[in-house]
């Protein structure tokens, strides 16, 4: 058995006066007393893990608690994220900007220190995580990531993108079914810069986990192309940083690294240790006395001896790591100044100078060629002209790519060499599309070509959704990837993190209604765009033709804080005419398309048709039907409720007067649509059913004489 009391002679933790077990025991002691003072909060995971982190942040994480967003900075990720304690703890120690007041608030209003990790919210944290299985998901995402940066902008004797990911992870993320899809893709990936530290306790809310958790885990890991290592002693630090070093040697050689961490849960309670009492509830006055004296920490409440904030204390090592990059990234950009540019572009989150003028020309395009198309075409067509000015969208598809049509012929499949794991470079794409900049300088090429921009997830939508917003914490590049709109329930929690954390990313979900048809209502889609426009902070947009898809592509990619979900459709859908005001507004989610003049009908509208998606036809043709009789309507386009619902107040009586009476259309729930003061919708409350498109719209009454019949019965009220 290795000394638990000292690491090796190199690292700052040897250095300390504090031995490594002092250093653990300072974890212990703050995440009991900051879950009783809260009398809330996980205890038991923190005290376990304790020593591991000793192992990792002591001698092996590269960070600088000065600049938590040094760009070069190892990534670390706590999965199970109920021990939030821990990291707490840790970028106290440390350095970060986190002072113990912040600790003594634990899971206070308006406090840092939240009851799981929240990204945004403290300094430090590179993801939320508490949803288990996620957080080893975005892990996969950011190493991911590192990987294709580092294989699109190092050159020879400039390493500047050279990091790795570590993360912590629990029984249960192992158990929820994303960490599968997370691993089997990391393993498929060759992330061997990865590298995971499970924390094998044993122990979940309801208890010991063998009765229901009896995974081999190990061989699971070695199946899906891991490296496993252990199981070691994770109450011993420096048998745990062995096995970290050992994981690091074999960087280059294609696999990601499982570390095994024997633990107890509750490490150093004499009476809760090794117990489910230990997991979820503070451990009680008596208790924690107890167990301060097992462990031999005499420090009142929240106090850290010197000797101990000595020993943690990373921000000259900090310092120093980020200074070393910073000269070696001057010689970078010396030597390779566009690349530099390009990189550093990229890692803030700008978009190109050109984008405002390349998303134009897109748009203009659409509406020039008013194309009758899908609007899962319209997207691939706007998708062709954006990837080629923009590199850092980096697209996919859960196995759908020629349903979703997600790829284009500037995005070549993304693939990793057999032997060496490194990632194949392919032939330069046609950079053609964006050469209508003449100021933007052209970007360097990587000397064999470029890497692949477009994944294959594999049929693993939550996983993958999951994994985007680990490339977006990353940064560097724009995520993108499709499914059926219907599977986005699969999604859902993960674009709900996504939403939560304020991150830029563009889910394409085709196939989004009952125009889906003979598929039946397993696959139509009939409260899915209701349910997302539910989630705080995710922009949904069902556009109706090529130029609403464009300039909704436009929107999406122009917010950095927001993610964005495009409904789009599998059926053929003509272009609705419009003038170039109408074009103009179409970002604003909602505008008018079409007044009774247009129909040559001169009256004052007497109400008001509101469509989204492939309805809008079925609006327009009413309309007409409606003109033949002299009834005067409006036809407004709604492609995005919520972008309509962040307008000026001025903006949204100009589009629907308050005095008209309002009738909404729409192949999906119609509770939704309520909340506009509708009279009627014409929408469907049930599910759908197996028939072909056609059928099924005459059916469900989405025909032109049934939504001119509710606008006759709402005007004849």
Sequence with gaps: MANTDTLASSTPVAEAAAPASRLANAIRALAMDAVQQANSGHPGAPMGMADMAVALWGQHLKHNPRNPAWFDRDRFVLSNGHGSMLLYALLHLTGYDLPIGELKNFRQLHSKTAGHPEHGITPGVETTTGPLGQGITN????????????????????????????????????????????????????????????????????????????????????????????????????????????????????????????????????????????????????????????????????EIPEDVYAGWDAKAKGLAAEAEWDVLFAGYKAAHPQLAAELVRRMQGELPASFGETAARIASEAHDQAATVASRKASQLALEGLTAALPELLGGSADLTGSNLTNTSHTPALRFDAETGAVVLGAAPDRKAGAEDEKAAPVEEPPHGVIGRHINYGVREFGMAAIMNGIALHGGYIPYGGTFLTFSDYSRNAIRMAALMKQRIVHVFTHDSIGLGEDGPTHQSIEHAASLRLIPGLDVWRPADTAETAIAWAVALAQKNRPTALLLSRQNLPYAPKGEEA???????????????????????????????????????????????????????????????????????????????????????????????????????????????????????????????????????
């Design 583 to 717: 074009l103009d507004n179409i970002a604003n989610g909602a505008y008018v398309l079409s007044e009774p003049a247009d129909v040559g009908l001169k009256q004052k509208a007497r109400a008001v048709i509101i469509a989204t998606g492939s309805e809008v036809q079925l609006a327009l043709a009413a309309q007409k039907q409606l003109a033949a009789a002299k009834i005067a309507v409006r036809v407004v386009s709604m492609p995005s409720t919520t972008a309509f619902d962040r307008q000026s107040l001025a903006y949204k009586k100009a589009v629907l007067p308050a005095n008209l009476p309002r009738i909404a259309v729409e192949m999906g729930v119609t509770d939704g649509w309520w909340k506009y003061g509708c009279a009627a919708v014409v929408g469907i409350d049930t599910y759908g059913e197996s028939a072909p498109a056609p059928v099924l719209f005459k059916h469900f009454g989405f025909t032109p004489e049934n939504v001119a019949a509710t606008v006759r019965k709402v005007l004849s009220k």
């Design 139 to 302: 892990a996969v995402g950011m190493a991911l990531a590192e990987k294709l940066l580092a294989a699109e902008f190092n050159r020879p004797n400039f390493p500047v993108v050279d990091h790795r990911t570590y993360v912590f992870l629990g029984d249960g993320c192992l158990m929820e079914g994303i960490s599968h899809e997370a691993v089997a893709l990391a393993g498929a990936w060759k992330l061997d810069k990865l590298i995971a530290l499970y924390d094998d306790n044993g122990i979940s809310i309801d208890g010991k986990v063998a009765p229901w958790f009896i995974d081999n885990t190990a061989l699971r890991f070695v199946a899906s192309g891991w490296q496993v290592l252990g199981p070691v002693d994770g109450q011993d630090a420096a048998a745990v940083a062995t096995a970290i070093a050992e994981a690091k040697a074999s960087t280059g050689k294609g696999k990601p690294t499982l570390i095994i961490c024997k633990t107890a849960i509750g490490q150093g309670s004499p009476n809760r240790a090794g117990t489910a009492k230990a997991h979820g509830e503070p451990l009680g006055a008596e208790e924690i006395k107890l167990t301060r004296e097992a462990l031999g920490w005499d420090a009142a409440p929240f």
